[in-house]
């Protein structure tokens, strides 16, 4: 399942974000790369001093803190810190999976959703869609600036080449109290139905019997 978040940050958090890393430094991404990744990723990413990644890391927990969309597809549980990279034109980043085990030794975490942010309008900068692979064929993403996409980490994605422009983006990895993709798709659109449902017929006992096998459905699958 591959959802799209609109309006995922707020223009002041975007704000932020812009004054934060128009003063940062970037380095070469293939420092953060697995091995096989290194090999097909051109990219730069944010080597902010912890002042800056506290603030930014600040921003991005509290939008996704307060979004009912993002918590509903991806029932979080524990996630790494968050990359912030950029593209100039020639960069890309081809076909990988994200490293299934993430977070430095003693707090290391699985990664079952992978998430983009994306922090500049798409007609800023030419190419730079994110292409997943999904299995009704390939999706290509490029969304408005604060607007997020969520993906299964275990999905074959890439990056197109930038070819104008600059593309910016946050990244996160985040593993859900669900593991599998199949039963958290599942239990977002029982969750969908459940909302619609609380909100216009709030006493009727149908209402009560979704509610109820949505709680039972988590409670089934979800380990902590
Ligand atoms: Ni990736």
Do not use: C
Not at 62 to 74: G, L
Not at 194 to 214: I, N, Q
């Amino acid at each position: 399942m591959l959802v799209e978040i609109e309006g995922f940050l707020q223009q002041a958090q975007l704000n932020k974000i812009d004054e934060v890393l128009s003063q940062a430094n970037f380095v070469d991404g293939k420092l953060t790369a697995g091995k096989a990744a290194q090999r097909v990723k051109n990219n730069q990413e944010l080597n902010g001093e912890p002042k800056q990644m506290e603030l930014l890391i600040r921003i991005l927990t509290s939008a996704m803190a307060h979004n009912a969309t993002f918590r509903s597809a991806v029932l979080p549980y524990r996630m790494a810190d968050p990359i912030f990279a950029r593209y100039q034109p020639g960069m890309t980043y081809g076909k990988h999976v994200d490293d299934p085990l993430m977070g430095l030794s003693g707090q290391r975490f699985r990664s079952d959703v992978s998430m983009t942010i994306f922090l500049r309008d798409p007609d800023t900068y030419e190419g730079g869609e994110l292409v997943v692979r999904t299995t009704f064929g390939e999706k290509r993403v490029k969304l408005k600036a604060g607007s997020a996409v969520i993906y299964p980490s275990s999905s074959l994605h890439q990056v197109a080449e930038v070819s104008g422009g600059e593309r910016l983006v946050a990244l996160a990895w985040i593993q859900s109290y669900v593991r599998d993709p199949a039963q958290r798709e599942l239990l977002y659109e029982l969750d969908l139905a459940r909302e619609h449902l609380l909100a216009t017929a709030a006493d009727d006992e149908t209402t009560g019997l979704v509610d109820k096998s949505y709680a039972n459905l988590l409670r089934m699958w979800a380990d902590v």
